[in-house]
């Protein structure tokens, strides 16, 4: 426990985060919106990786976990306003 009384996440929570913003990010049927929450998300774990004060370590912690949860819930907004046709990108060549 640090001496601000905020205990940093551990590195499986942090992985755990990770893998759960990636897997997120597949759920999302435009290409487009599935590739920038998965860019988004490298970028952002990159830009955090030096972190070493517990208190902002569990800041950027939380923000990573409510990120996750608006993520989730648009995935499920998304895949109900789904296009008909699939993006050029979705489309594999033959």
């Known amino acids: 426990m640090a001496a601000s009384g905020v205990a940093a996440p551990t590195r499986a929570e942090v992985l755990q985060l990770y893998r759960s913003l990636l897997r997120v ?7 487009n919106v599935r590739e920038y ?10 830009d955090k990786k030096n972190l070493t004060d517990p208190s902002q370590l569990f800041a950027a912690f939380s923000d990573g976990k409510a990120q996750l949860e608006v993520a ?9 306003y789904a296009p008909k046709v699939k993006s050029i990108m979705d489309i594999k060549p033959s």
């Open 25 to 31: 990010a597949r759920q999302f049927c435009d290409y």
């Open 37 to 46: 929450t998965k860019r988004r998300t490298i970028d952002a774990f990159r």
């Open 72 to 80: 989730k819930r648009q995935a499920i907004v998304y895949s109900l």
